[in-house]
């Protein structure tokens, strides 16, 4: 029954404009996500899906709306994907397509895209739509009244996430754009004038297949519609629809009418009276943050506002109501809002839909109020009395736009004279299910008698009463318990400090704006290799326009997958039905193993064939492909997929980290292969000489790669007669790889398949070998039912299917002389491999041949092996084992270095071990005098950036300040280039095609994953043929154009393809030479067209074999060859909060040796992108699985962060405050490398973040009493660093083992 009042007609339909365009909806579904609604029914592809749970900011769209209460148009960004698109109903719609287009004559691109483009500020391109649209919404929030500041900007991107750039071009760009220039509102776009002042918005009834939809602009009509049901829960209201519901309403249709509050004008008051402020529930968390900005001398809005500013993002902030959240999160969730309005005394006031009564009950008592039919109106915060302390707190996994560990807030009053104590509120959110925690012993406590606040043994008391209220053991959900507590604690010590007046002894969370620096040389000698030149794609990056796999079209009979995974991580499957999934309207079928046809096979590996496609008796991890459910839409088939019921026979062993596989010798590599050694010199021999010897064991966790795209396959078979041509669309890095297996599954040739691969958002090894399954499985779908099958992971999916980093373990022991003087090392490692071999026993030998990084020892012994255990298989990651075992290198000089205290400057025993030219590492690769810079290039970067000079301030500012504490850090890096193991992996081919206009085709076997290999080509090859950029495209990989291509993978595709390219080039100018001569004036049309004429051959295919002298790989002789190394140097200085361990990156300096870089600004912008990405490992990035160390998991090996909200990379606030990136000057490189001299970039800078590992180490020492040496765990998180922080606090909150708490627990 639809609403229906006097004055208001109710609309069963949605009005509302796209990009000025008008659109009357009369089809909407309830549960459609504005997202949905763009990509699926507008062909709106501009925006993207990065993780669909509000996390990454990828669908970042703009709405404007009139305001009737302001009289003004508002503008708010809000993640369309978190978005009905019922809810939208008079509002304006801005997505990136109604910015700027390329299709337009030159000039209609919006200023933003024209600033992201022309910037590098775009690389993979698949986050880039979002970040203009959060620009966007920045300059339309500024454009009437005032100019942008450049802390504006800074703040603009904090909930964007982005993998590729590391952030730093994207926000020097709009710096440099936007900051302190008057924005015009030319840039904004037109609001429609039908949506203004004379828009009236009015009831909506929307009838879906599913569900209903209700918007009530009244009270009136809202207590009508009550009654029209007999159950309070036959409606459901949403308000912000942020909240954990959202999925239940847009996936699982678990509500059947759905009302929208936000329409209702009573409920979004907000105003001030003479005793409080009254906010309306429906008031935007921005909207209350905007409010209290502008009164800052009011201490209850300075404080509300500083915590808001670090409540979620922007995006999230524009959309969740304060209603909505007070009601959320009283239920379930930690807030970082609700302590602040605990300790105010905050009342909500409810309106019984029923009897229309109005109810005011104190905030503390939501738990037991039984809220059936009850509406929360406002809320009420009471004004604090200005004698009055008041003080909030938040620490998370990450500064910005992530949910609390712990908050907690309070309240003070005291006599003035005495310091008595006379009122004292405290609330603490992050404890389970508790949400809001009232210590109630301590707040009896405190309250009970005026107790002198300042005194010893009362601050004492409350602590130890505090302790008691805050109980938790290591079954408590989300872990981490004494953390937790120390939390409370340390938070009770700053309010302490604050009222004490010493707030500026303490860490500011909000950090000043960041700047940046970029130096490098160009040629004078080439016209375009070695200049810089944007990526070739950036302006279709920033229009949106450029396509990915799941933005292609669909012919009109696609069908779409979803995948069944196992819920066990070690078990027999005794039995799959898929009986309850046939029923799913729309059902196809359901593939398993027993679908793999007879001359196919089910066998899979990327290099040794130990696994299958689909289980067929047992499966050896959790979320493991048994099967792909097909229906006519992805909504069916994920219906499907749900409904497939599979019994199962748990097995043991269950093996989940490194230590329980060594304990079962579980082990992958060959049954009985011995475990590979490298060694050089005596070792024994060299611990008998050394002055001291030192053990340790060091661990380092896993890493997601992250790749904003998620994985999406379109399989196309094209069948004429008994011939069918399958065309695979696929996000890979490896093209021929897909085509040959799914050639091999499905019994086809290799020329039956064809892989196209346009572009790739991110792939960083992830997209190398795990990823294929999905698509054998739609292949096989699609050949078999002879019809297109699509297939696009979710992000959980894809975190959970397509395998991490490497977790490591390292035992070490290590003799040195009383200098320092590294004399023998003896390494062994344990990498995490799951279940499977995949890359893993490469990637070993890639770790094994970086253990000593830039150090020489005579004596060296490094073994290694790969655990088998029950978790996906792990994968390869940029780096691939490098930065791992760099790492360790590091953290033994670390130890000879805090173990012999012989100074404070651990850059004196870095330099006495450091390689000298001509000397041999140990797998004996000489780095020859001249190209052996580290040396050199560290003594330029402590000049460059001022290290002693720095290193003193550092240590005064340490003993200035007791609670924050400074490090400072300095390393070198080699990287080796190229995969010894391997020879046929170097070799590449390229096509060069000249058509006779004289447009110039490259194509080759290499991937564009935003690294700019392509804009690359094109410079590489208009050097050779001599012809302006313009004229030449790149336009797919694709298998029919070039085969058996190697995959982009180990920083390698340049000096590959580069190569190949320049050899097909110089076929086209030799076949061009004799018309050149002949006709020297010739334009390059002209003699194009002449050699048209004269039939001379115009494409040719290039090919190139790295020369076989630069690779060797003879174990026995413990003789290896890399092609070279990559050099670079970094140096970090880092403030952390010893009291909850947040840290900032103070400055950052990076000296790189690239050789003759190709084009610097791309080469620059892959040094800050990978320092992010290793930053994001050694510090925030925490994978989180069931096992032992997480009892509260329960599920043995399911991945408990397995979304961007959980799982935390580092954002724009996290870049180095300073950072200055350098690259080698052109008359210091070497000539040895190959393409144009010059060297691979991709993997090497990744390490250089171990400076800001390094550093944060410094600080923690310096905060440390005692000066013994202790080791720490990678990642290095605020738990970690907070826990090594060893002071009264830690040691009150750890009961039992009280060492083990300083390497905190992790999944290794
Ligand atoms: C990606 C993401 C990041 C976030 N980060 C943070 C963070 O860092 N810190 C933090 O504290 N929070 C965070 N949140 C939570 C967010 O701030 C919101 O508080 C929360 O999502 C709910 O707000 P909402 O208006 O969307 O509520 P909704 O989802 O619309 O509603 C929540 C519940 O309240 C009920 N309800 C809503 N309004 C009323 C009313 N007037 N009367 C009766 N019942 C009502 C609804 O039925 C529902 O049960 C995050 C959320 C997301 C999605
Ligand atoms: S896709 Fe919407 S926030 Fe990630
Ligand atoms: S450019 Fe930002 S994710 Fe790739």
Known sequence: MAIDTDDKITKNYLTFYVNRKKIIEKHAEPNWTLVYYLRTKLNLTGTKVGCGTGGCGSCTVVISKYNPLTKSIAHFSVNSCLTLLCTLDGCHIVTVEGLGTTHEPKGTLHPIQRTIAENYASQCGFCTPGMCMSLYDTLANCCKDKRLTLHDIEDTFNGNLCRCTGYRPILDGAKKSFADKEICEGLIVEFPKELGEEYVSKPIHLQGTNIEFYRPTAMGQLFDLRKQFSNSDEIYFIAGNTGETFDAIVHQHRYSRLVHLTGISELQQLSEQSNGLSIGACVTISQLKDHVQQYQEQQLFRILSEQLDFNADRQIRNQATVGGHVLNHSRKHTSDILPIFYVCQTKLRFVHLLNKKEIEINIQDIKTTDLNDLLLVSIFIPFLSTDEYLQSYKQAHRRKHDTGIVTGAFRLKLNEKTQRIQSFYMAFGGFGDGVILVPEKTMDYVNKGELEWTKYEVMTNVKNHLLEDVQLDKFSENGQPEYRRALVISFLFKFYLHVANQSAELFQKQRPVSHSEQIFDTSKQTKYVHQPSIHHNAYIHATGEAKYVDDLPSAHNTLHGALVFSTKCHANILSINAEEAESTPGFVKFYTYYDIPPTGSNRFGSIVKDEEVFPSKTVHCMDMVIGLCVADTEEHARQAARLVRIEYEELTPVILTIDEAIEHESYLGPPGQQEPVLETGNIEKGFNKSDHVLEGTFYSGAQEHFYMEPNAYLAQPISEGHYTQLH??????????????VAEALGLN????????????????????????????????????????????????DMKLTGHRHPFKFHYKVGFMKDGQLKSVDLQLFANGGCTTDSSLLMLERAMLHCDNIYKCENMRVRGRVCRTNLPSNTAMRGFGGPEALLVAEVIIDHIHSYLQLNDDPSIIRELNMYKPGERTYFSQELEKKDWHVPQMWKKLKELGQYEQRLKDVKEFNKQNQYRKRGLSIIGTKFGIGAPSALFFHQAGALVTIYKDGSVLITHGGIELGQGLQIKMIQITAEQLDIETELIRFHETATDKIPNATPTVGSLSADLYGPALINACEQINKNLAPIKRKHP??????????????????????FYGVPEKFIKCNYAKNEINFMYFTQGVGMSEVEIDCLTGDFHIIRTDILMDFGKSLNPFIDIGQIEGAFMKGVGYLTMEELIQGDSQHSWISQPGSLHNADPNKYKLPMANDVPIDFRVTLLNEH?????????????????????????????????????????????????????????????????????????????????
């Open 728 to 741: 695979l669309y696929a996000s890979t890095q490896g093209a021929s790889t897909v085509q040959e297996s």
């Open 1081 to 1102: 004036a010739s334009s390059w049309k002209e003699l194009i067209e002449r050699a048209y004429q004269e039939r001379v051959p115009l494409s040719a295919h290039g």
């Open 750 to 797: 290799s020329n039956e398949v064809i892989c196209h691969v346009l572009r790739v958002g991110g792939g960083f090894g992830g997209k190398e070998s795990r990823n294929i399954i999905p698509c054998i499985a739609t292949a096989l779908a699609a050949y078999n039912l002879q019809q297109p099958v699509r297939l696009c992971l979710t992000r959980e999916e």
């Open 1228 to 1308: 210091e490189m070497s000539d040895q490398a190959v393409c144009y001299s010059s060297k691979a970039v991709g993997e090497p800078p990744l390490f250089l973040s171990a400076t800001v590992f390094l550093a944060i180490k410094q600080a923690i020492a310096a905060y440390r009493t005692g000066r013994e040496p202790f080791l720490l765990n990678v990642p290095l998180t605020c738990e970690r660093i907070r826990m090594a922080c060893k002071d009264e606090i830690v040691d009150s909150v750890v009961t039992e083992d009280k060492d083990h708490m300083f390497y905190a627990c992790g999944s290794f």
